[in-house]
């Protein structure tokens, strides 16, 4: 019956991975961006995936500037996530007709300069300081993300209520105590599921065909409108990112002079050389850092960890 419900839920941990960009977890991920809500669950839930990146980065550069190890590298490309790609997903629209593209194109983003800090970071360790680095950055946590967290966890119930209320309102059914209680978390994902799935049972037979057909017609429906929204996002990628890139170059570029903004300005310009965009006036040497990696990395935390695994989530409806 879960395999048959039509619409999807966002998920309740926001906890899922994150492969970025055009891939079929990120069609999944999509797929609750059939509305305002939906789609500011997607942002925020990236939001506290890069907060929580920063923090951790700035952890890691403080115990590095402890064991005077230079870390100017890393501090330019912490500078770009916080400085420049952060403030983007903060202020996006999810009301916006554009929502899905800003979102797949400010991840894919994180996810790369996220990469390009662990590489960093990775070619900067010892043994000892590894060991450091996760006894320290392990159980982290901040208030600015716990607030992220509760926030993102009532929209997720206040979405995944309203998909309830569909289902239910498709089986003629007034569940108003059933929804309700999802939404006030006396009744978890999983018991409603299981409620629609005993007044189903509890069907008549020859009703409980045309439910299920139109269960399965209505889930059809949604993963196509995913699928051309997908298809749309992916559709002028590249010119989207020269675009961002031009445009964080020039708020640089109008910032008073400080050394740590002028490599940031050069990292930037390398990014639009590599992409055959020279993006404004060219100053200084292309000796910033784009890794050039499209796609396999993750927005999460542990960047002086082997795997990372445990990434918070922009991720995945189920």
């Known amino acids: 019956m879960s395999s048959m419900l039509p619409l999807a839920f966002a998920d309740e941990a926001g906890n899922t991975s994150n492969n970025v960009v055009i891939d079929a977890e990120t069609q999944q991920q999509v797929e609750i961006m059939n509305n305002g809500l939906g789609a500011e669950i997607r942002l925020l839930q990236l939001e506290k995936a890069i907060t929580k990146n920063i923090n951790i980065g700035e952890e890691i550069i403080l115990l590095l500037n402890e064991s005077d190890v230079n870390t100017t590298e890393l501090q330019v490309i912490l500078e770009e996530l916080e400085f420049l790609i952060l403030p983007e997903v903060q202020s996006a629209d999810p009301y916006a007709s554009d929502a899905i ?31 450091q680095i996760q006894q320290r950055t392990r159980n ?3 208030n600015q993300t716990q607030d992220l967290s509760q ?18 309102q498709l089986f003629g059914v007034n ?26 049972n509890q069907t008549k037979k020859e009703n ?22 997908f298809q ?40 639009l050389n590599n992409m055959g965009h020279n993006g404004g006036n ?17 927005v999460k935390p542990g960047y002086g960890n082997n795997d990372g695994s445990n990434s918070p989530g ?3 409806g189920n």
């Open 101 to 131: 593209s800003v979102f797949v194109d400010l991840k894919h983003d994180a996810v790369n300069v996220s990469k390009d800090f662990r590489d960093t970071v990775r070619g900067l360790l010892t043994d000892s300081i590894l060991e």
């Open 140 to 142: 982290m946590t901040c």
């Open 151 to 168: 926030t993102i966890q009532d929209k997720i119930r206040q979405y995944n209520s309203n998909q309830f209320r569909n289902i239910y």
């Open 175 to 200: 569940a108003n105590r059933e929804v309700l209680g999802y939404q006030n978390g006396s009744m978890t994902q999983n018991q409603v599921k299981q409620n629609i799935t005993m007044r189903l």
């Open 208 to 229: 409980q065909f045309s439910l299920l057909a139109s269960l399965k017609h209505q889930k059809i429906k949604y993963k196509l409108q995913a699928q051309n929204r």
């Open 232 to 271: 749309n996002t992916s559709e002028g990628f590249e010119q989207r990112q020269v675009n961002r890139l031009q445009k964080r170059l020039q708020r640089i570029e109008d910032l008073p002079y400080n050394p740590l903004y002028q490599q940031l300005m050069k990292r930037i310009q390398n990014k």
């Open 282 to 298: 060219g100053n200084g040497p292309n000796n910033g850092g784009d890794n050039g990696d499209s796609g396999s990395g993750q």
């Open 314 to 316: 922009s991720g995945g």
